[in-house]
């Protein structure tokens, strides 16, 4: 069964550079046909995908925030990273991390995924 670790800080102040880390266990990133999502909640509000970064190493980017986001991934680690520059105290929210075996952007609750991780929460305050 495969599972999934959020990790961060959960700190960040206005401007910078928010890093997030995925580390998945039993099962491998390269494995066909599986995506890798990054899924947040701001308080109060639904769930947004923000992208994925597919077995091949593609990947994919919602238009809305393509220009501030970037999915890399470290294969020898089988973790997969979020970048999202210029945070906002917008950008404030819970912070998941999830597998699916096809691109769900409009995501309406955790379990449309296969797996996902249990979040972590992110703050953007300075």
């Known amino acids: 069964q495969v599972q999934l670790q959020e990790s961060g800080p959960g700190l960040v102040k206005p401007s910078q550079t928010l890093y997030l880390t995925c580390t998945v266990s039993g099962g491998s990133i390269t494995t066909y046909p599986y995506y890798w999502s990054w899924i947040r909640q701001p308080p109060g509000k639904g769930l947004e995908w923000m992208g994925a970064i597919a077995y091949s190493g593609s990947t994919h980017n919602v238009p809305s925030l393509k220009s501030r986001t970037s999915i890399s991934r470290d294969t020898s680690k089988n973790q997969f990273t979020l970048q999202l520059s210029s945070v906002t105290p917008e950008d404030t929210a819970v912070y998941h991390c999830?597998?699916?075996?096809?691109?769900?952007?409009?995501?309406?609750?955790?379990?449309?995924?296969?797996?996902w991780g249990q979040g972590t929460q992110v703050t953007v305050s300075s």
């Open positions: 999830a597998r699916s075996s096809a691109l769900i952007p409009n995501v309406r609750s955790l379990t449309d995924f296969g797996s």
